[in-house]
């Protein structure tokens, strides 16, 4: 269930709030906020929180869960880049959500981490377990979960400060006019379509690109992206709004073919990889850093638009 917060609505308890506006009891609210399946902006808060204007929350209650209340572990496809009793790195492979929602019930990250991993953190809800960022399901890349609670408050912590390192390869429609430069837009939820996300709309926070150009194509562009704030759909966004669209993007840009030597180019996917995540150890304290190779759907693309 999703809930947007009205402007008439603002400063109440989210607790409260949602008891009066779902029909379950101010008991299930509670318990839901302390199994962390209640978001507001895709972060957990606390039943105390003053809901803002335009605040997105998603309500995620036991009874509205699948029967399983335990997540299914599942034997999947991706590759494990590092692993110790504390946290996971895997390169999450296209087409593969980060955990089970409407009409994806299984076979998502979480589903093989589960199967990979000894255990799993209990902060996030049962579907969510460890659960500390997220790429969009047709991004690939570096993703990291935490496998115990204090690893997950440790990794937590660095995202919110800003200090987890987090670089992209994009392929973007066009040729940029330069070499480099940093794209200061801030970003917050469309206000024509709630789903999407915005660089003009009246309640945004800052969101910080910067990038640098890596190689020209025909009608293309590789370039590297290093995100300095961490806002939904942040590098799609920002890229669109200065008509780079990211090439495979049909939600923002819709550049989904192109026409190459009078022969239409069809895009698999959005071209975003998560190649670079860099991060101190929440238990060691040790700086570690990982790189992914771009996968073979882009390497392809890559191919078919070389100058």
């Not at 589903?111 to 377990?129: D, E, H, Q, V, Y």
């Not at 940029?176 to 430069?181: D, M, V």
């Not at 790189?291 to 638009?305: G, Y």
């Amino acid at each position: 269930m999703i809930v947007i917060v009205e402007p008439a609505e603002v400063n109440q308890r989210l607790d409260q709030f949602l008891a009066a506006r779902t029909s379950s009891s101010r008991c299930q609210i509670e318990g839901a906020i302390k199994d962390g399946l209640i978001t507001v902006n895709s972060i957990v808060r606390k039943q105390g929180y003053k809901i803002k204007p335009a605040d997105v929350i998603e309500v995620t209650l036991r009874a509205s869960l699948p029967q399983q209340q335990q997540l299914i572990a599942q034997e999947l496809d991706f590759d494990v880049v590092y692993q110790d009793d504390s946290l996971i790195v895997v390169d999450k492979p296209p087409q593969m959500v980060m955990y089970p929602g409407a009409g994806h019930q299984d076979g998502s990250l979480i589903n093989g981490i589960a199967s990979k991993a000894g255990s799993l953190a209990t902060i996030g809800g049962p579907l969510r377990p460890g659960i500390v960022h997220r790429i969009d399901r047709d991004t690939s890349g570096l993703v990291v979960v935490a496998l115990n609670d204090a690893a997950y408050y440790g990794l937590v912590t660095q995202f919110k400060d800003r200090t987890i390192k987090r670089s992209y390869t994009a392929l973007l429609y066009g040729k940029p006019n330069k070499t480099e430069g940093e794209i200061n837009l801030p970003i917050g939820r469309s206000d024509a379509d709630r789903k999407k996300m915005s660089t003009r709309t009246k309640r945004s926070k800052t969101a910080i690109t910067r990038w640098r150009l890596i190689r020209q194509l025909c009608c293309a562009s590789i370039i590297e992206a290093t995100l300095l704030t961490g806002r939904t759909h942040q590098i799609r966004v920002h890229f669109a709004a200065i008509g780079h669209p990211v090439l495979g993007d049909d939600i923002y840009g819709k550049k989904t073919s192109l026409q190459i030597d009078n022969r239409n180019l069809l895009i698999p996917r959005q071209m975003l990889h998560a190649r670079v995540l860099g991060f101190v150890h929440p238990i060691t304290q040790q700086y570690m850093e990982f790189k992914s190779q771009l996968p073979p759907d882009m390497t392809e693309v890559i191919a078919q638009l070389k100058v």
